[in-house]
């Protein structure tokens, strides 16, 4: 693929690829075959964009020289997590190895912000881009690709644009392992908090909860699934609905660690004890929940590393080499702390 | 104060300005001097000292123009702690407004990695760096001011060089606010958790916590005042150092939220209740602690509004404008929450 980049470029920096496409009045994926040095662009379209690229300052960039610094992008949608340095931990650690730096920025899911971070990104040059749990705008993913900056991208929000390599946890087994620990704990009703219906991890764990229930013969009640969307708010809010039944399980699943810690506060409101009236497992492993009242039994997943991942995988990509596999799940781990126990009057035959 | 920059400059990204003094048989100010174009050098001296600057690759960097993407390097000592999220927020939020790209690095206390990022810093050109609570070896803050290169210290980890503006937060009036907390609640004997001894922000809390009692007619007992290091583990500790006195505090106030977590979580594995049997405050408001069981007490520690100013101070610097205060508190906070509550058998009067 052509490396093109707008480098410095006052009016250059103003203007989208699409853009260039409205002016010359062709498709954007006519720009990006005359970018790319197709055939199959008539000579007069070819001359005009070309003329227009020019004219907004796109050229071709120069291959990777060690006189360059390298710089990666790292893009999250909000900076409002403890669960972002753990990724931001990562990602320097593996660019930092490889004399890169990181520029860590947030688009706020606001399309706005989105393009104003593309036209800075064209002019610093950066050299590829770790996006970490945000859908990108068709327009910018296909921006990215004329501009020949390989993306990659953590932790999918969706169904991600087919050519992209993704890093992701195995959100599956871990929810497996999640109930599966509850079962051989003794539980038989397990409640769970879900993820936001749209992301895939959350589909994800919520059928590796349904699969380890059914491999122990339990039938899904459907009351005891209930929505969250990653915020303790949520968790909380969510267990106090799973309190509230005629006949409340014995133990949650909450699929993120900080709907975990919401769920906790909503029990200790209400004087139950955790674990010994109610078990509660969470997910992601967050350097803090070792510290919660009590500590967090929880699937960790590899943030750290899977920003690492994403890293030698983007500079793979600026090296012209395919990744492993265009879809990677780094494994997860049970841990077990002290937030779970047999249920009350349980015996473990 | 003139600007140079390695940009690009193979051979020029791998020597420092000390070496170049070594080179030169001359001293690092010397060359300072005739970079800054000052007259007290003699013509030979210059000559030598400008040969070699050439040879690596330094130069006068141009003047900041439209056309240059500007970036700004924010640096840790470790990204290991929610806190640095929070900073890493406010200062991305400031440096994107301004068009700047935010460049974020852990330089892990070791001169080596301190070393390799300033070569960075110099190929890539940044206008500027802030850097947070950590403390840099005297060269590298030499190198940044022949450079050009301005510096904003965040939070400083002791006393920092004179030319250097720095943004802290009004860490007495915190610990004063905690410790008058806990006095107009009615406790009397009041146990302090303290931050790491070398870092100005553990004594002026401590200074706080001192002051109140002294307010209240209450005679400092050193036996309550025990050593933290910010880490949970040392709340941990300390809390149970305090517990093992013969006669043990009612309440504990910690100079960090990670550090009264652990408290709580000693207190815990002790079938100790927080606020009934003991009041626990702590300092920071990290975002999870509205979640810890029970909901922390703490002094807000505005970290992102730091950030933001930082990025503004450092951006003036670069314009050759000075600081409003080349040392800038921001006020703290006490939020009060669960985790705090008069003492057992006390009638407030």
Redesign the interface.
Known sequence: MGRVAAH???AG?RVTITEIARQAGVSVPTVSRVVNGRSDVSPGTRARVEELLRRHGYRKRPAA?????A?L??VFND????W??EI??GV??AA?GA?A??????IHGRSG?AR??MR?LR???SDGVVLVTSALEPTLHEELRILGVPLVVVDPAGSPALDVPTIGAANWSGGMAATGHLLSLGHRRIGMITGPARLLCSRARLDGYRAALEGSGIALDESLVVPGDFR?ESGFAGCTTLLELPDPPTAVFAAGD?MA??A??AL?GRGLRVPQDMSVVGFDD???V??????LTTVRQPLADMGKLAVRTVLRLTRDEQPDSPRVELGTDLVVRASTAAPAGHRLS
């Open positions: 410095g470029g006052g920096g020289s060690p006189s360059r610094a710089l992008d790292l900076l409002d997590s403890p972002a340095v931001i931990r320097e650690e930092h004399g730096g990181t520029v860590v920025s947030a912000d104003e971070w800075n002019a610093r040059a303790p900080r810690l919401g906790i506060e200790r967050l350097p803090e070792r510290w919660s009242a009590p500590p």
